[in-house]
């Protein structure tokens, strides 16, 4: 089963529609299904992994059904048993391991991080977008930079901005009849998904990437 979400324009925003009254909680989250073999309508929900999952260069992380996340692999990046927010009123909807650092996304619209902060890319505070009228809906962790998604559909970065693939300032498409709506940060690159359906990248053109 496939869970489809589409996302509207409305100028210079972002509005998600998720089927069957879901919120975007949800939709990081699947829905609790019926057991097979058990003769009930109602689903029995239990604590276990959930999507997504986010592999990094040396470990893995994964979401948990009650807003917290584990990972295995190189402890170098830094990642306990269990990672929780430091705001116990809101939970993990995102994660995402990048070299050997690890970022996720708070239910509030900001993200934390823990690992290696060697250049700046796993901020130990809590980032907001620095338009406070706007929040996080994605991060993604990469090499030595952390690239985070607003709900107005550009992105900023923290970290190593070397060949410019992590700006610090809002990013925006081209096409200023267009929103971000994924952004993904790599080793010496970022690129991002617009809503027209192509996508725009800064950072090292080597190799044509």
Known sequence: MFLFVVFLVLGAHIVPVFPNDLTA?????????????????????VERFVEPVSAGYYHTCALTSKGGYECVGDRQSDTPTL????????????????????????????????????????????????????????????????????????????????YGKAPKSLQTPTDTSSTYIQV????????????????????DNGEGR
């Open 83 to 162: 990672q929780l927010p430091k705001d116990t009123s809101s939970t993990y909807i995102q994660v995402s391991a990048g070299y050997q650092h690890t970022c996720a996304l708070t239910s509030k619209g900001g993200y934390e991080c823990v690992g290696d902060d060697g250049q700046g890319q796993a901020p130990r505070t809590l980032q907001t977008p620095t338009d406070k009228s706007s929040t996080y809906i994605q991060v993604s962790a990469g090499m030595y930079h952390t690239c985070a998604l607003t709900s107005k559909g550009g992105y900023e970065c923290v970290g190593n901005n070397k």
């Open 25 to 45: 909680k949800d939709f990081w989250k699947p829905l609790c299904r019926v057991a097979p073999g058990i003769p009930s309508p109602k689903p029995t929900c």
């Open 184 to 203: 993904s940060a790599g080793s010496s690159h970022t690129c991002a998904l617009t809503s027209k359906g192509g996508y725009e990248c800064v950072g």
